[in-house]
């Protein structure tokens, strides 16, 4: 079944049936005031926390699903019928009742008819504000005149905390007031108490936490402030009693708190009414303020204009064109919009992720930056230099970088504090090591290479440039080898459910360390360091030893060594006997051999591949848990536990590119692709435009039913295969690049990519249907020697001429 569409020209996802198999969600704002919203504008809305700013409801895990809301109701007051601007919480017949849903860049609107009235509601947050609006416009289509009522409807939370908010109702129920002032519900949580350290707003004495929901362009003929009121006893959200009889002017006291604005309108045929609703976490002066700037409800153009040039021009620096409109969709709009939300949000607030993580996952964070890094270097660059000042002096990453980190001053896992506050006991091993894929793209893409000697504290004390921290960071791990002298797994590798622990070995972590020697090597070659140089070769090459005498099986990498010396990821093991992490690693850190390479991608394509993407290990484990393995936590075909985990498939694809096999790469690409599933929304259940964590493999009941919406790491690793592996566009430190790696039937291609504030346009021709290699380049109608383009001969506007052969 297919419940929508890509609107290219938009930059949109457009739902036209609402009845999606899950709430398909956008994402509004930022961490600073951030909203979610479903194409049944359910959802919550928080202030700088998930967990301690919520400041409307949105109940995980309930029946019914995917509420509350932002909700705007319609009632004809005169047959008294009634429904909502989304098709949600009333939802009416579809029969009777079109509409569609157009989620964008940071706004999604709802354009609605039912029984001749048209509704067209936008939500968004105007660029840098801490506020959310929603506009509506009603249209009279019908051939007689209307009464409407329309009323604006949200559930405030009692407690910003929202476990305090579910859980603890003898405190959050007693201490919440609303007020009716100005044409605005004013929430107030602890009205007395003065000094509250909560991110919601203080009135002017400094007293209580206030959030109001405003009306402006009408004014309110009545209101509730009282939930139960408003919804009324034995009913719900379809069928509310201040919808059903018109609100009543109540206001909450010792009960639970709302948002409702109920204006009478009247429309002539044709005529249109437009209204705006306000929604915040500010007294009664910040949101007059507010309420002012809307009086002319013009500005909502502007600032809506101002939103999509903001993203669109982000977005632009990288556009292609191929045979593959799936592919291009995802490139040009939802998989780069998803890799700055998921490197914006990290992982703090979804229809899953609820805010409990108290700040950015190290290891999460640092590859988060490789999927912007094409589209924006400066903002990949301030996220950078806080993840390389997260580094603890002994070169180890801190697990969870608080949103509070004070570079030189932060205890660590040495620490027991650090444990118990943060939820993390001891390193993981891979943490560090993702800064050598991560910053040697910044400095190739920027060309900043002054960076490589900017000084930058390490998180308990010390201080030292980019470089040393680079070098610390193999140390951390030359400091924690195992019996095979390959790095100890420690906590958790890429993998969280390893515990390898401290003489346990991990072979994706030496592949990881195998390419921080490479990326090392090169750093230290072009600045001349020979002593590094000779330094890193030499661990380099002892590794690659320890490597092929350890890990290599006939046709496959092991995955790893438990502290009592059991093989993990052999193939002669009854459950997990192969495993995708190490075989797309061998590859991408250069440490297989071209036959090791080809066999173990091989048999990733034999063992692992299925029609939804490559399972991340097979057999999964169905017995007695393992102290090791603590991924037979998990339902057999499902996440760490043979599922189709989503962030290692822009792995597969990248390695397969790497050797060549554009007719695989994109095999596997378009299998994991969202939008290759639009056709077939009811398997995957989550939206077609964003990737997920996981997939359901194989043997599951429910076999190819996506999970975990949104923020993931799959985001970034999908990005890079698409830009560097099949687009086969590599920043160098002296230019550019461009070695695609294609399906041998794409006969033509185009994109156009911003490089160093140039622009190149640039047409590819495959004559010859090759998957790999270049004939010539011609930049500017000259052509050029080899692969690379040089910065030197790139003017403002570039016109480059590639023929693959
Ligand atoms: O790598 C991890 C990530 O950090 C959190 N989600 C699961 C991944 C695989 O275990």
Request: proline share 5%; hydrophobic share 35%.
């Amino acid at each position: 079944m297919k419940y929508g569409y890509f609107d290219a020209e938009h930059k949109e996802y457009v739902i036209t049936r609402p009845d999606t198999p899950a709430p398909w969600a956008n994402y509004l704002g930022s961490p600073e005031y951030g909203a979610i919203i479903s194409g049944n504008a359910g959802g919550y809305s928080f202030v700088k926390s998930g967990a301690n700013g919520r400041i409307i409801r949105y109940r995980f895990n309930s029946v019914m699903n995917d509420q509350p809301g932002r909700y705007i109701y319609i009632k004809d007051r005169e047959n008294g019928d009634y429904w909502s601007a989304s098709w949600q919480p009333v939802g009416k017949d579809l029969d009777k009742y079109r509409t569609e849903c157009h989620h964008g860049t940071a706004y999604s609107r709802f354009v609605s008819e039912y029984d001749g009235i048209e509704s067209d509601t936008l939500y968004y947050v105007p660029l840098n504000k801490t506020y959310e609006v929603w506009k509506t416009k009603v249209t009279n289509k019908s051939d007689k005149p209307r009464k409407l009522s329309l009323t604006g409807y949200v559930e405030f939370t009692n407690s910003g905390n929202y476990e305090q908010d579910s859980v603890n109702l003898q405190y959050t129920l007693f201490v919440s007031k609303t007020y009716f002032r100005n044409n605005m519900i004013l929430q107030a949580i602890n009205e007395n108490i003065k000094g509250h350290a909560g991110p919601d707003d203080s009135d002017e004495e400094g007293r209580g936490i206030w959030r109001f929901f405003g009306l402006a362009g009408s004014e309110a003929a009545a209101y509730d402030g009282d939930r139960d009121t408003f919804v009324g006893k034995y009913r719900d959200y379809s069928n509310p009693r201040s919808i059903e009889n018109g609100c009543s002017n109540t206001l909450n006291f010792n009960t639970n708190s709302c948002g409702a604005l109920q204006a009478d309108i009247e429309l002539a045929p044709g005529e249109s009414k437009e209204l705006v609703y306000l929604l915040g976490a500010y007294a009664e002066k910040g949101a007059k303020e507010i309420m002012a700037h809307y009086q002319d409800l013009s500005v909502v153009d502007s600032e809506l204009e101002e939103l999509k040039t903001f993203w669109h021009a982000k977005l632009n620096r990288f556009q292609v064109q191929t045979p593959d409109d799936n592919l291009n969709h995802m490139v040009n709009t939802w998989n780069a919009y998803q890799c700055f939300i998921t490197f914006i949000w990290s992982r703090a607030a979804s229809f899953q992720y609820c805010g409990l993580r108290n700040g950015l996952g190290y290891r999460d964070t640092v590859q988060d930056i490789q999927g912007i890094m094409h589209l924006d270097p400066e903002l990949a660059r301030e996220r950078l230099t806080l993840m390389l000042s997260a580094q603890v002096n002994n070169g180890g990453g801190l697990p969870l970088v608080k949103f509070d980190h004070r570079p030189g001053f932060e205890k660590t896992p040495d620490d027991p504090e650090y444990g118990a506050e943060t939820g993390h006991p001891a390193y993981r091993a891979d943490d560090a090591l993702w800064l050598f894929p991560t910053l040697i793209r910044y400095v190739k893409e920027s060309g900043n290479w002054a960076y490589i000697d900017e000084v930058i504290p390490y998180a308990n004390k010390e201080e030292g440039t980019v470089y040393d921290h680079l070098k610390r960071a193999i140390q951390f791990s030359l400091d924690r080898m195992g019996a095979h002298n390959m790095p100890a797994g420690l906590h958790a590798d890429w993998n969280d459910c390893l515990r390898l622990g401290a003489k346990g070995e991990s072979t994706f972590v030496a592949f990881q360390l195998y390419m921080a020697y490479n990326v090392f090597i090169e750093i230290a070659e072009r600045k001349g360091n020979k002593e590094d140089v000779a330094w890193a070769e030499k661990l380099r090459e002892e590794l690659s030893r320890t490597l092929q005498e350890n890990a290599w099986e006939d046709d496959q990498f092991i995955r790893g060594f438990t502290e009592e010396n059991e093989v993990i990821g052999s193939r002669t093991n009854v459950d997990a006997n192969i495993w995708l992490e190490p075989q797309t690693w061998s590859v991408l850190s250069g440490a297989a051999r071209p036959e090791q390479a080809k066999l173990a991608l091989d048999k990733v394509y034999e063992k692992l591949n299925t029609k939804y993407g490559a399972m991340v290990c097979y057999p999964p484990i169905n017995r007695d848990g393992h102290p090791v393995l603590l991924m037979s936590l998990f339902n057999p075909t499902t996440k760490e536990n043979g599922g189709i985990f989503s962030q290692p498939q822009g792995w597969l694809v990248l390695a397969e590119t790497m050797i060549g096999n554009g007719n695989r790469a994109f095999e596997y690409y378009k299998e994991i692709n969202p939008a290759s599933m639009n056709e077939d929304a009811d398997v995957r259940a989550i939206e077609p435009y964003v990737h997920g964590q996981f997939i359901e493999a194989v043997d599951s009941p429910f076999y190819g039913r996506g999970h975990v919406h949104w923020l993931t790491g799959t985001a970034s690793t999908v990005m890079v295969s698409l830009a560097e592996g099949i687009m086969g566009v590599q920043p160098e430190f002296d230019g550019l690049r461009i070695d695609p790696c294609v399906p041998d039937n794409w006969t033509e291609f185009s994109m156009v990519r911003e490089f160093r504030g140039k622009n190149l346009n640039v047409q590819v021709k495959n004559p010859n249907g090759v998957q790999k290699g270049i004939a010539s380049i011609v930049l500017n109608g000259t052509p050029i020697e080899g692969k690379l383009i040089p910065e030197q001969l790139l003017k403002a506007e570039n016109d480059v001429v590639i023929t693959m052969g």
